[in-house]
């Protein structure tokens, strides 16, 4: 979806209209920021991966708003293997466990999961530091 974008900003940068042309560099290097080599454009892959793990994040947020809702019941509906015999179970903590994940959703959320799995390797988890984070 997002490789028709991408097309079009190719062709932009290489003709100055949206007729194709023969690109002068790799769209790697045109992602880079200008103080590596690059032009600083935002690769819309990676800015839809973001958009879509920041959903997740931010529906894991307090709050009660019904999208909310919905992301915690998909959230706490997510099975970690189980290394042995059964089932997989339910577990919150996948959000940064390192085995791969039963995708069995709506292609919302498969959408969103798929995200955020790119999106995680680059993630730290932090303890909280305070009673009060703990809670949060």
Same mark, same amino acid.
């Given at each position: ?32 920021p200008a103080?590596?080599?690059?032009? +600083?454009?935002?690769? !819309? ?5 973001? =958009?879509? &793990? ?6 894991l947020a *307090? ?20 290394? +042995?015999?059964?089932? !997989? ?5 996948? =959000?940064? &466990? ?6 069995t959703r *709506? ?30």
């Amino acid at each position: 979806m997002c490789a028709p974008v991408r097309g079009i900003i190719r062709n932009y940068i290489w003709s100055g209209k949206d007729t194709p042309a023969r690109a002068k560099a790799k769209w790697d290097t045109l992602v880079l920021p200008a103080s590596q080599g690059g032009l +600083g454009i935002i690769d !819309p892959k990676s800015q839809s991966e973001a =958009l879509l &793990a920041k959903v997740l994040i931010r529906g894991l947020a *307090p709050g009660g708003e019904p999208w909310k809702e919905l992301i915690r019941k998909n959230a706490n509906q997510i099975k970690l293997p189980v290394h +042995g015999k059964g089932p !997989p179970i339910p577990d919150i903590n996948w =959000l940064f &466990a390192a085995s791969k994940l039963k995708r069995t959703r *709506p292609s919302m959320w498969k959408s969103i999961l798929g995200s955020w799995l790119s999106v995680r390797p680059g993630l730290t988890k932090l303890n909280p530091t305070s009673t009060a984070e703990t809670l949060r």
